[in-house]
């Protein structure tokens, strides 16, 4: 059965084991790219490992991580827009840009033992329910509309367009060749 809690200090060290057994994830990236300043230096965030752990430690660095049982198996990554200020074809994002997000989800992981099982959807979900707890807003995401195309999920790090379109998010405007900005307002939990 799998389970979704957030990425904290508590769950750092089953996210840390997930990273590290999948060979740093994308070639050791951490899932920092989207923490670096755009208009930064190259390895302004190195080490990665020591920088997302503090990230996570100071609140910076959300994600709903799915588990099975004790073992993390992948994630969806959101956080503040300030705290996530870097996007893929940002050159293209901020050429028709009208304004920005409060919050932005930019990617997934998804351990290659637990690809095509749901992970993705189940993380997903459960971002929106932590954003919303969080006080809700205009959530924004980058998938990837892979409708009829092959193509392999272990470069779909943007989640994919239908995916997202379940959920309710609309397509704002197109950003790369299959790279879509879409936009949806989450409503706060009244506590």
């Given at each position: 059965?799998?389970?979704?809690?957030?990425l904290?200090d508590?769950?750092?060290p089953?996210?840390a084991r997930l990273v590290?057994?999948e060979?740093?994830?994308?070639?050791?990236?951490w899932c920092?790219g989207?923490?670096?300043?755009?208009?930064?230096?190259?390895g302004?965030?190195?080490p990665y490992?020591?920088?997302?752990e503090r990230f996570?430690h100071?609140g910076?660095a959300l994600a709903?991580?799915?588990?099975?049982?004790?073992?993390?198996?992948?994630?969806?990554?959101?956080?503040?827009?300030?705290?996530?200020?870097?996007?893929?074809?940002?050159?293209?994002?901020?050429?028709?840009?009208d304004?920005l997000p409060?919050w932005r989800i930019?990617?997934?992981?998804?351990?290659?033992?637990h690809r095509?099982?749901?992970?993705?959807?189940?993380a997903?979900?459960s971002?929106?329910e932590?954003?919303a707890?969080l006080?809700?807003?205009?959530v924004?995401a980058?998938?990837?509309?892979?409708?009829?195309m092959?193509t392999?999920?272990?470069?779909l790090?943007?989640?994919?367009l239908?995916?997202?379109e379940?959920?309710?998010?609309?397509?704002?405007?197109?950003?790369g060749?299959t790279q879509?900005v879409?936009?949806?307002v989450?409503v706060?939990?009244?506590?």
């Open positions: 059965m799998l389970t979704v809690r957030p904290d508590t769950t750092w089953a996210f590290e057994g060979g740093g994830v994308w070639g050791g990236c920092i989207f923490h670096l300043d755009p208009n930064g230096p190259k302004q965030c190195k490992r020591e920088t997302k996570v100071e910076k709903a991580l799915v588990f099975e049982g004790d073992e993390a198996v992948g994630w969806c990554q959101f956080g503040r827009t300030d705290d996530l200020p870097n996007i893929k074809n940002r050159k293209n994002y901020e050429a028709s840009l304004h409060e930019p990617c997934f992981y998804v351990g290659k033992k095509k099982k749901g992970v993705a959807n189940i997903l979900t971002a929106l932590q954003i707890s006080g809700g807003g205009v924004e980058y998938p990837y509309d892979v409708e009829g092959k392999s999920s272990s470069f790090h943007g989640g994919t239908a995916m997202f379940r959920l309710g998010f609309e397509r704002v405007r197109l950003i060749k879509w879409v936009r949806k989450v706060p939990i009244s506590r």
